[in-house]
C-alpha cells in the first residue's frame, strides 16, 4: 500500500469509537466485502443517490493525495437489505482517474462497488478508519438523508457509525467511507446490539 493514501484524519481514528460495541466494531473493521455480510442478513439492493464531479473535501484530498478542492469523481448510494436502508456510502476518486484505472466506477448504475472491487487481485486495500460522523463530513448527508426515509425515524438526530479506507490500483486511489443507519445494529443482532445515543432534534 502506497504510504501517501492513508484513511486517517483527524476525525478518522485507527480504531473504532469506545462508543462502539463489541459487535460494532467487528463491522467497522471487517474485511472483505460489505455487500457479502449485508446479503448474510437478506436480500441487498443498491441505490444510487448521486453520481457526479466536485470539489475534494480537505479530508479527502488528505487521503487521495491531492490538493484540497481538486476535481474528483464522487458515487453516493445506499444499500438495503430487504427493503430497508441499512448503509450509507461515498466512493471518492480523482476526477482523471475515473476516466482511466477506476473508469468502471462510472458504469456500475445499480451494482455494488464489491462487483469491482473484488474481482481483482492487483487491487490493495489500506487499513480502516473509524469515526463518529459530524456534520462536515459529506457522508454524513448521505447517512442522513437515508435515516430521515427510514421508517425508524423520530425526532432526534441520530449518530452515525462510519467506517473508511482507500484502495488502490495501478498506484492510484479511491477512497471507499461506509455509514451504518442507527438501527441496523438491531436488525443484526436485536438482542445485543444498541443504537448510538441520539442528538436531541434542534428546535
Same mark, same amino acid.
Given at each position: 500500500?502506497?504510504?501517501?493514501?492513508?484513511?486517517?484524519?483527524?476525525?478518522?481514528?485507527?480504531?473504532?469509537?469506545?462508543?462502539?460495541?463489541? &459487535?460494532?466494531?467487528?463491522?467497522?473493521?471487517?474485511?472483505?466485502?460489505?455487500?457479502?455480510?449485508?446479503?448474510?442478513?437478506?436480500?441487498?439492493?443498491?441505490?444510487?443517490?448521486?453520481?457526479?464531479?466536485?470539489?475534494?473535501?480537505?479530508?479527502?484530498?488528505?487521503?487521495?493525495?491531492?490538493?484540497?478542492?481538486?476535481?474528483?469523481?464522487?458515487?453516493?448510494?445506499?444499500?438495503?437489505?430487504?427493503?430497508?436502508?441499512?448503509?450509507?456510502?461515498?466512493?471518492?476518486?480523482?476526477?482523471?482517474?475515473?476516466?482511466?484505472?477506476?473508469?468502471?466506477?462510472?458504469?456500475?448504475?445499480?451494482?455494488?462497488?464489491?462487483?469491482?472491487?473484488?474481482?481483482?487481485?492487483?487491487?490493495?486495500?489500506?487499513?480502516?478508519?473509524?469515526?463518529?460522523?459530524?456534520?462536515?463530513?459529506?457522508?454524513?448527508?448521505?447517512?442522513?438523508?437515508?435515516?430521515?426515509?427510514?421508517?425508524?425515524?423520530?425526532?432526534?438526530?441520530?449518530?452515525?457509525?462510519?467506517?473508511?479506507?482507500?484502495?488502490?490500483?495501478?498506484?492510484?486511489?479511491?477512497?471507499?467511507?461506509?455509514?451504518? &443507519?442507527?438501527?441496523?445494529?438491531?436488525?443484526?443482532?436485536?438482542?445485543?446490539?444498541?443504537?448510538?445515543?441520539?442528538?436531541?432534534?434542534?428546535?
Amino acid at each position: 500500500m502506497n504510504r501517501q493514501y492513508s484513511p486517517h484524519h483527524a476525525t478518522w481514528l485507527n480504531r473504532p469509537p469506545p462508543i462502539a460495541t463489541p &459487535m460494532q466494531a467487528r463491522w467497522l473493521t471487517a474485511p472483505g466485502a460489505l455487500t457479502a455480510r449485508l446479503r448474510k442478513l437478506g436480500p441487498v439492493t443498491v441505490r444510487v443517490a448521486l453520481e457526479a464531479s466536485e470539489g475534494a473535501t480537505p479530508d479527502e484530498a488528505e487521503a487521495l493525495g491531492v490538493h484540497a478542492h481538486a476535481p474528483v469523481w464522487v458515487r453516493e448510494v445506499v444499500l438495503l437489505v430487504s427493503g430497508h436502508p441499512c448503509v450509507a456510502a461515498r466512493s471518492v476518486t480523482p476526477l482523471a482517474d475515473s476516466h482511466s484505472v477506476w473508469q468502471a466506477i462510472r458504469r456500475l448504475r445499480s451494482r455494488p462497488l464489491a462487483d469491482l472491487l473484488y474481482h481483482d487481485r492487483t487491487i490493495q486495500r489500506s487499513s480502516f478508519a473509524s469515526a463518529i460522523l459530524q456534520r462536515a463530513i459529506p457522508l454524513h448527508d448521505v447517512a442522513q438523508l437515508a435515516w430521515s426515509a427510514s421508517p425508524a425515524v423520530n425526532n432526534c438526530r441520530p449518530r452515525f457509525l462510519a467506517r473508511r479506507s482507500v484502495f488502490v490500483r495501478a498506484g492510484r486511489p479511491l477512497l471507499v467511507a461506509e455509514a451504518f &443507519m442507527p438501527d441496523f445494529w438491531l436488525r443484526e443482532a436485536p438482542t445485543t446490539a444498541r443504537p448510538l445515543p441520539a442528538l436531541p432534534q434542534a428546535a
